[in-house]
């Protein structure tokens, strides 16, 4: 088995699988991918391989793979050793030879990648959407497809990154915080750690130790919004004028089921529901559960131990109401909206509860 962790740049280039996948051409995509992940100290000879690949593109077609791999390491050899030739004694020059002229090009390009790749490499290519950017050493996955993309973090947190989103992170997080930057849209699953995990998004920044959420930041939706699948995520809005300073004023605690939207013409944060709340406590509430002239009281206190979410209601006034019903596999707005058919109530989301109004039954 290859042990592309000892590759160099040049070794790289001779590898078939490698060249193949920088030129789209198929290759291990997944492979290289989490190779790229595994091993960040790999990315200057993985960025200089695919400059070298690149400047191979433009060799005539006459050069086969063979020629070019040889022609590359002759050249490299002979520019690093130095020549016992005497010079009084006529040559051609090496680089009269138009196999050496395409050598020398690709070397060059080596030596001054650094300049080179800040001025022209296209940023969509395929190593730009996993490699460590330039910038702060930050690694960037961006999802092109129609499928979600599974990331792994260097601290075991996995990341689900829907089509279209792009996410920036350290390859190894160092210092108080564990911080990523979303554009798009992903679902976290955040392993517990004492130093807090941060989702930047521009707007908004999402602050947790170890829990399941997601967070939605399409530029194209003009909102941020971030619902929680368990556990507790602070949420803050972020001041244009001191970007760096996350204030509790601005901010909301987050528990399951509960969501944060911010509306960016509004400047708003505020707190709401998830659109789908879930079942916490499969326990606390059977699948296909029959009532049978039970008190409404009842059945809004199974709920809200159920889906971990607090109803406000006034007990007083709902004890005679009686429910005859049978609460399966609904949603728990579908749930809602019968028992309210029922009794003739209402309700409506305040800040992450539901306010269950009645007044009396019909």
Known sequence: M??????????????????????????DEGFWMRF??????KKADIRQAELLIRAMNVAPESLSEKEVRQEVTQFLEKITKPSDQDVSTPVRFWWQRPLYQFAAVMACAILSFGAWWAINVDEKSPLMSSIPALDNSLAETVNETEGFLLLTLEDGSTVKLSPHSRLKYAPKFTGENREVFLTGEALFEVVKKKEPFLVQTGKLTTKVLGTVFTVRAYKSDNRVTVQVRSGKVSVYSVDEKTPNVMTTTKGVILT??????????EKQLSKTLVLEPIVLRPEAIINHYTYDESPLPQVLNQLEQAYGIHFQFDNESLKNCKITATLSNESLYDKLNLLCKITGATYEIVDGQIIFDAQGCI
């Open 36 to 41: 790229l992940q595994q091993h960040p100290e």
């Open 2 to 27: 290859k042990k592309y962790e000892e590759y160099n740049a040049l070794d790289f280039v001779k590898d078939d699988s490698f060249r193949d996948w920088v030129r789209g051409k198929g290759g």
């Open 256 to 265: 399951a089921n509960q969501a944060a939207v911010f509306e960016e013409k």
